[in-house]
């Protein structure tokens, strides 16, 4: 059994941290076969935990299994019999390109090549697949994958046609919402819109402006919760009443440019870090990350289950 819509029937997970375990549990959860990969002393049997911890929150397909995951010795291994190959390894190009050659050599001339990379480029990762390069790119999911529906599909300037077509299709038939980039930029896009907001609340608490709980409520009780619902362009557009965008930008274009120019450039001292992680500390107190993760996860659960009942872009 396979999503609908999609030809794909096993798929090679290559890495199995956290990402790599947040796709294979939603890889496993859509009713495929799973084989995995990954070096690290112990990586299968945490794996295997992680997928038994997620599954009750998964919502299977009927025919979907934990035991359908296997777990082979190397990524040539796990991508020999693989339809699509979603790779995890660490954000260092001289890793991407040692697992892009092994992978290229052994997954089948016409399998997407596809790596979960949050910033390199599919061009540079490419390099390393010198046999069939038009079949990389990357596959970025927004963590964790087994809740977030966003990815980022990024083709490189080799990249085939056909291959984002197959990525994109893939993708929507997991019940993923893929995007396509127009152009290669370090950090796709999700990344860079973060990137931008860390920067002013970095800088803001560097300043004293705001305390580290402070910025968190201001967006999490704030404009964070319009952003779950729909982007800021279209949140922009209602915000404008009547005139929409067009509104917006006529009136608050100048004070929002004054806004701009005043935003603050920080660097990442030692000292900011001990102030970010002692605020962080402070705000969540003897809280568990990882309870604190399944109830946002919970709470994420419920908002995506809510907009899958309204009609919204």
């Not at 061009?123 to 964790?144: K, S, W, Y």
């Not at 009780?221 to 619902?229: E, F, K, M, N, T």
């Not at 929002?256 to 500390?281: F, K, N």
Request: net charge negative.
């Amino acid at each position: 059994m396979s999503p609908a819509g999609s030809p794909v029937r096993r798929v090679a997970v290559v890495g199995t941290g956290v990402v790599g375990l947040g796709w294979t549990a939603l890889f496993l959860a859509r009713g495929l076969d799973v084989t995995a990969t990954d070096p690290s002393p112990g990586a299968e049997q945490r794996l295997r935990d992680g997928v038994a911890a997620l599954w009750p929150r998964l919502d299977p397909v009927p025919g979907a299994a934990p035991d359908r995951l296997g777990f082979a010795p190397t990524a040539a291994a796990a991508a020999e019999h693989a339809d699509f190959v979603q790779e995890n390894g660490p954000e260092r190009e001289d890793v991407k390109h040692r697992l892009f050659a092994e992978l290229d050599e052994a997954a089948r001339p016409e399998v997407v090549l596809a790596s979960s990379s949050s910033g390199l480029l599919p061009t540079d990762i490419a390099r390393g697949a010198t046999r069939h390069p038009e079949r990389v790119l990357v596959g970025h999911p927004f963590n964790p994958p087994q809740v977030i529906p966003l990815v980022e599909v990024v083709p490189g300037e080799r990249t085939a046609e056909r291959a984002v077509t197959e990525a994109l299709e893939f993708y929507t038939a997991l019940g993923k919402r893929p995007i396509r980039l127009r152009a290669e930029v370090p950090g796709h896009i999700a990344n860079r819109l973060q990137a931008a907001l860390w920067q002013e609340a970095y800088s803001l608490v560097e300043r004293g402006v705001a305390s580290v709980a402070d910025v968190d409520a201001a967006i999490a009780h704030g404009p964070g919760l319009r952003w779950a619902v729909l982007g800021p362009f279209a949140n922009q557009h209602l915000s404008g009443g009547p005139g929409g965008l067009a509104h917006v930008l006529e009136h608050l274009g100048p004070p929002t440019e004054r806004y701009w120019r005043d935003l603050g450039r920080v660097t990442l001292t030692p000292e900011l870090a001990r102030t970010l992680v002692d605020g962080v500390h402070d705000e969540l107190g003897d809280t568990d990350p990882a309870e604190l993760a399944a109830r946002r996860d919970a709470v994420l659960a419920e908002l995506l289950d809510a907009k899958s009942r309204i009609d919204l872009p």
